[in-house]
């Protein structure tokens, strides 16, 4: 199976870290034009530095846009950016977000809209912003990154939770009335990845991980590459056939 994106262009909303530098790295790897969205933050600007370093070693093609998802306007001028760029905007993958664990007793009204706007409402912004360009195109993929958690109740919090289970939707609404428009919605629903987060909400116990691992039948935690590799499969030709699904990747963990 070849995945080749020569000549498409994929906007990518956090982009520099995480799940979203490994999607970034794959897609750029694939042959794509990518366009990856970050926040002028430390953690982001570190990412997007290494990033650079392994896009220009293997003369990849990329272009960065720091910009809030939450901000229509600013959206707005992602999508310009690749279409100015690349005169294409053929993949958008959201998956920008963030949770912090706040037990419901503890959780302020104002984190609560604060999680729900980045989680679901940046998501929203991204995918109605390009929706212009490929409805003109007829063509297109849109990809949510959600959660598991919408499923299980995991994630930290309960606005992390109910924001990703939009997410969901979301998803399923968009897909029946984009589908026969030639753009088909999907989203990924990862659970347990080692990234940075669950690094930090398990701190460096061995303990803690060995707990995770013994939830997950694989046997191990998941990769940020496992959830790439699943979201190039779905930008792909080769999943013209797949739309309104919220795809769990957890190794078995959710329904364990």
Known sequence: M????????????????????????KFAAAGANVVMNYLPIKSDIEG???????????????????????SESE????????ISNYGSLDIIIN?????????MSKLSLDLWQKG???????????AKSALKYMLNKGKGKIIFI????????????????AAKAGINGLVRNMSKDLAPKGITVNAILPALIETKLLKYRIGED???EKQLVNRIPVGRLGK????ANLALFLASDYAEFICGQNIIIDGGATYK
Do not use: R
């Open 206 to 208: 061995p303990k803690k």
């Open 48 to 70: 997007l530095e290494k990033l650079k370093i392994l896009m220009e070693k293997n003369n990849w093609k990329y272009k960065s846009f720091a910009g809030d998802i939450t």
């Open 146 to 161: 959600g959660s598991a958690g919408s499923i299980s109740g995991g994630g930290g919090s309960a606005f992390y939770s």
């Open 75 to 82: 959206m707005e001028n992602l999508c310009s950016l690749a």
């Open 95 to 103: 998956s920008a977000g963030f949770t912090e664990t706040v037990p």
């Open 2 to 25: 070849n995945l080749d994106f020569n000549g498409k262009t994929v906007i990518i909303t956090g982009g520099t870290s995480g799940i979203g530098a490994s999607i970034s790295a």
């Open 116 to 126: 729900v706007k980045v989680n679901l409402t940046g998501a929203f912004i991204l």
């Open 224 to 227: 940020p590459e496992d959830v």
